[in-house]
């Protein structure tokens, strides 16, 4: 199953909002933390449990800086996922999305889709209001 963000467009440099996402400590900032429990992180790792459901890890496996980072669910993430994060620059601005590939069943898709799409919409949303407020 592959899940899309939105994309958002950040009035800061490239450079400066890949560095920001590129540190998995600053990961934290960008989840609903109301739904977020059991937060541990390191620069290239972080680990989460979502309410209600399972907990996730999250490991930074490649970086192209300053355009794309990459990184993979570990043993605790209950499918095998991979997280896109791109970095476009355009007119000043700086887009930021997300690709999702999730490997799930068709039952378990039913349950994880909406929830998922959600989620990566949040940090969508929660990156460009981190940045709007530094300007």
């Known amino acids: 199953m592959k899940i ?56 930074l496996e490649k970086v192209e800086a300053p355009s794309r980072l990459e990184l993979k669910g570990g043993e605790k993430a209950p499918f095998p996922i991979n997280l896109e994060i791109f970095f476009d620059e355009a007119d000043g601005l700086t887009e930021v999305y997300q690709k999702v590939l999730v490997e799930v069943n068709p039952f378990l898709k039913m349950m994880v889709e909406k929830p998922l799409t959600n989620l990566f919409d949040f940090i969508a949303d929660r990156l460009q209001e981190k940045f709007s407020k530094e300007a």
């Open 4 to 59: 899309e963000s939105k994309k958002v467009s950040i009035k800061a440099p490239r450079e400066e909002v890949f560095k920001y996402v590129s540190d998995l400590n600053n990961f934290k900032e960008l989840l609903p933390m109301d739904k977020i429990s059991d937060w541990e992180s390191k620069e290239d790792f972080c680990s989460f449990k979502i309410q209600g459901t399972a907990t996730i890890d999250l490991h």
